[in-house]
């Protein structure tokens, strides 16, 4: 079974704090993926890595950093966390056509 | 840009059939996509369908691609309490086998029982 882990489930960061959420796959997939999710918008692509240290900007980058040091880990950076970053946060992996999604991060900024 | 639109929410009683709806912009995609997500859970692939195809069945669920409206629609059969989730559309957009998707807002899917 395919497996995308996330450090965290749900978070709490006050504002101005610098935030690492950390993905995990287990495939040696070489495309992986950071979203939020916010109710009425869907999925929003904030960055997104072809290969170790490659990282592509997404829609809505602004306010996030990555980094991808290893194949199989890809960390999304909050670097000064603001209120409106308060949101769900997706990690997928994938090869080819199908992606693969951790079950998420819950952050809320104060 | 690319952009992927759904209704927001659709409720139906269990035992009948649920109908999903989506539209899309980029002409060029070649796979479009449908994921549910269940409460807490990520995302997961339900099915997809090749752009050259303009039906696909498994089992209850039946996908029909209108290229020329770029229509997508997700038929599930005889919905169960069990399908209640977020259904979500999405399409790949880019040359190649990017892999990078663009998703719509999300139908919630309400089963009555």
């Known amino acids: 079974d395919v497996k995308v882990t996330q450090s965290s489930r749900y978070l709490v960061k006050r504002t101005g704090e610098k935030v690492f959420l950390e993905c995990v796959q287990d495939?040696?997939?070489?495309?992986m993926f950071w979203y939020r999710q916010d109710p009425g918008l869907g999925l929003r692509l904030i960055y997104f890595s072809y290969d170790v240290k490659m990282k592509e900007k997404g829609d809505i980058p602004e306010g996030y950093s990555v980094s991808r040091e290893k194949k199989e880990r890809f960390s999304l950076i909050l670097e000064s966390a603001s209120t409106n970053q308060t949101s769900m946060y997706l990690c997928a992996s994938g090869s080819g056509y199908e992606q693969y999604f951790g079950p998420g991060t819950r952050l809320t900024v104060t | 840009g690319e952009d992927v639109e759904q209704s927001l929410f659709l409720s139906v009683r269990e035992g009948d059939s649920s109908v999903i709806n989506c539209t899309y912009t980029?002409?060029?995609?070649?796979?479009l996509y449908w994921y549910k997500q269940e409460p807490g859970a990520g995302l997961q692939l339900l099915t997809y369908i090749f752009s050259n195809m303009d039906m696909k069945q498994d089992q209850r669920l039946t996908v029909l691609l209108n290229k020329k409206d770029k229509h997508l629609s997700l038929r599930i059969a005889d919905t169960q309490t069990g399908d209640s989730a977020i259904y979500f559309c999405?399409?790949?957009?880019?040359?190649?086998?990017?892999?990078?998707?663009?998703f719509g807002q999300g139908t919630t899917l309400q089963v009555k029982p």
């Open positions: 495939m040696d997939h070489e495309n």
């Open positions: 980029d002409s060029s995609s070649t796979y």
């Open positions: 999405a399409e790949e957009i880019g040359s190649g086998n990017t892999g990078k998707l663009i």
